[in-house]
């Protein structure tokens, strides 16, 4: 049985072409849908959009960070690294309303031991994914995510907040799981054997 941990990346789109989103149609189609999802919240999209943080905690996902600017944060100073990462966890637990998971999704699945030090003194590991939908690349389709979706084994599967398809793509995939003999689990399945990513990946 094919085990999938569903991760969605909620920041602003970084390609012109894709407009905003309120993640509000993905939040729809998995309401009542019994789908264990985590959510890696940017920073400054947490800031800009509350009320669908709000949703997200109320509908009771988990919220991890990904950094505030989404920058590749080895780029960053220290210093840089210590206020991005501290910066977005101040906004995500004050839109919260608590703490969150103690779980940091570096922008471009990019870390090197630096950042996982100074993001360890915030308490985060960092997490990356194994399967990638590859929903970031334009003029992708639904079944294309679904076939990317289950192109691998096990594991958790990076999917973003903002392309157009995200909802249809959800709803394609929870219904194609039966026949890829996959079932939904929550991400702790994969923390384990997942650490600290160290090379740069496209999304
Ligand atoms: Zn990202």
Redesign the pocket.
């Known amino acids: 049985m094919r085990r999938i941990a569903v991760t969605i ?1 909620c ?1 602003h789109p ?1 390609k012109p072409h894709f407009g905003p989103n309120d993640l509000s149609d993905v939040l729809d189609v998995v309401t009542g849908a019994n789908l264990p999802l985590t959510f ?1 919240v ?1 920073g400054s999209w947490a800031s800009a959009r509350p009320e669908s943080v709000k949703r997200i905690v109320d509908a009771g996902y988990g919220i991890g960070s ?1 950094s505030y600017w ?1 920058a590749q944060l080895p780029m960053l100073t220290d210093d840089g690294v210590r206020f991005d990462i501290g910066l977005a966890k101040d906004i995500i637990e004050t839109v919260c309303g608590r703490p969150q998971l103690p779980l940091l ?1 570096p ?2 699945g990019v870390a090197d031991g630096r950042v996982r030090r100074i993001a360890a003194e915030f308490g985060y590991r960092l997490v990356d994914w194994d399967l990638d939908s590859v929903d970031w690349d334009h003029g992708q389709s639904v079944e294309t995510f679904v076939e990317n979706a289950f192109a691998a084994g096990s594991g958790s599967l990076l999917v ?1 907040s903002w392309p157009r398809h995200t909802a249809d793509s959800i709803g394609a995939l929870v219904a194609a799981a039966k026949q890829h003999d996959a079932v939904f689990v929550e991400l702790d399945e994969f923390l384990d054997s997942r650490d600290t990513p160290s090379v740069t990946r496209s ?1």
């Open positions: 990346d920041e970084d890696f940017q990904h989404h999704r922008p471009y973003h999304a």
